[in-house]
Nanobody, 119 residues
Framework: QVQLVESGGGLVQAGDSLRLSCTTS????????MGWFRHAPGKENRFVAA????????YSRDSVKGRFTISRDNAKNTVYLQMSNLSPEDTPVYYC????????????WGRGTQVTVSS
């Protein structure tokens, strides 16, 4: 059974930093691209950042470039999202997702971790 478990969310103030983690099991982690998405109530899931299965290529949405960094540790089956200079707009639930290399869609999703940024 494939599981993705996010952790590291919490309540912080604007300007603070957080590091989210997503630990996976039940899949061959090193053969999956990994992504982070966020979902605010009443809005669609929004792509935040992604890293390919080798760890050599990363992508992020423009609004988080320079503030968020995605990384992975294949030995620990874990992907990270280091977030800095947080603002209230970064508040929603963050989900990690796994996409088999070469596939078009993310197949597996975690249950999310809440990030709340107060102004």
């Amino acid at each position: 059974q494939v599981q993705l478990v996010e952790s590291g969310g919490g309540l912080v103030q604007a300007g603070d930093s957080l590091r989210l983690s997503c630990t996976t099991s039940g899949l061959t982690f090193s053969t999956y691209d990994m992504g982070w998405f966020r979902h605010a109530p009443g809005k669609e899931n929004r792509f935040v950042a992604a890293i390919d299965w080798t760890g050599s290529s990363t992508y992020s949405r423009d609004s988080v470039k320079g503030r968020f960094t995605i990384s992975r540790d294949n030995a620990k089956n874990t992907v990270y999202l280091q977030m800095s200079n947080l603002s209230p707009e970064d508040t929603p639930v963050y989900y990690c997702a796994a996409r088999r290399r070469g596939a078009n869609a993310y197949t597996y999703w975690g249950r999310g971790t809440q990030v709340t940024v107060s102004s």
